[in-house]
């Protein structure tokens, strides 16, 4: 196992961070910490790099206990968000300071650089500083410069916050590539559900310094443990459990409140026994898909997502009476704010 996380708490002052968490991520595998804002996930990462101390629990790094080791002696790559290059060095020297401070040779320093400049691809821009890249550019330099060590254990802390949309979705996707040919074990923190989805083998949902879900981003999303994270992973309607929509379908209530995926609102131009009237208030081109926003004759707010290709064969206009069921809908013994 590449890292294990036993009952690890921490605190500071009357903040509960991280709650008795434990979790195990495999060798070589990518692993997403994925909240919201003071969820715990980048004090955990923390934890896990030795920049933090627990107050309890244990934290094993490829079998060993590092729990009280330094950073140093974890032999683990660190990238933050806003990279960290040393201004006045070059990409060369940048990528090579790991490598410096552990004395290797100059010809080991010097071959592994140039092997890094080729797998994050910027080769022939090794004798330029940090303030001549791009913000994709600097990022993958800090890439490099953790990976030059050939760590245990690669950490990034939010590595494309910093970044505009265009060139985080490049980078992501570059990053996946990336590890599938170093299969380094890797965990970074974002709070993107979309950028931990793509990226990521597993992932980890964190709320209020506890674990709330472990599992595939396939798993998570068809199968959420908890209304937290069905409303945090993935756009939905949350109704009350006496809304007309709901009544007949079927769906049994184990809470006042229904959660319906915007996918999963089936729209008909005609009644059929099983649907109820609503009103087309508004229509959102998104590209690939349609976002329709209906408004149930009690008054309710649904948002529907339709293919472009059921759009067209529906003719949805605004003002327009539809009719609407739930394909399918949750309920959740426990519901947690965001």
Known sequence: MGIVVENVSKRFGSFQAVDNVSLEIETGSLVALLGPSGSGKSTLLRLIAGLEMPDKGRILLTGQDATYQSV??????????????????????????????RQASKSKSKARVE?????????????????????????????????????????????????????????????????????????????????????SDKLVIMNKGKVEQIGTPADIYDHPATAFVMSFIGPVNILPSTSEIFQGNGFEAVNPEMFLRPQDVVIETKPNGTTVPARV??????????????????????????SREKFDELHLEPQQRVYVKPKEAKSFPLYYEI
Not at 72 to 101: C, P, T, W
Not at 130 to 140: A, D, E, T, V
Not at 286 to 301: C, F, K, V, Y
């Open 115 to 199: 092997e890094l400049l080729e797998l994050v691809q910027l080769t022939g821009l090794g004798d330029r500083y940090p303030s001549q890249l791009s913000g994709g550019q600097r990022q993958r330099v800090a890439l490099a410069r953790a990976l030059a060590v050939e760590p245990k254990v690669l950490l990034l802390d939010e590595p494309f916050g910093a970044l505009d949309a265009k060139v985080r979705k490049d980078l992501r996707a570059w990053l996946r590539r990336l590890h599938d040919e170093v299969h380094v074990t890797t965990v970074f923190v974002t709070h993107d559900q979309e950028e931990a989805m793509e990226v």
């Open 281 to 306: 208030s508004r229509i959102i081109h998104l590209g690939w898909e349609i976002q329709a926003e209906l408004t149930l004759d009690d008054g309710q707010l649904v948002q529907a997502h339709l």
């Open 72 to 101: 140093q002696e974890r032999n683990i790559g660190f990238v933050f968000q806003h990279y960290a290059l040393f201004k006045h060095m070059s990409v060369r020297q940048n990528i090579a300071f790991g490598l410096d401070i």
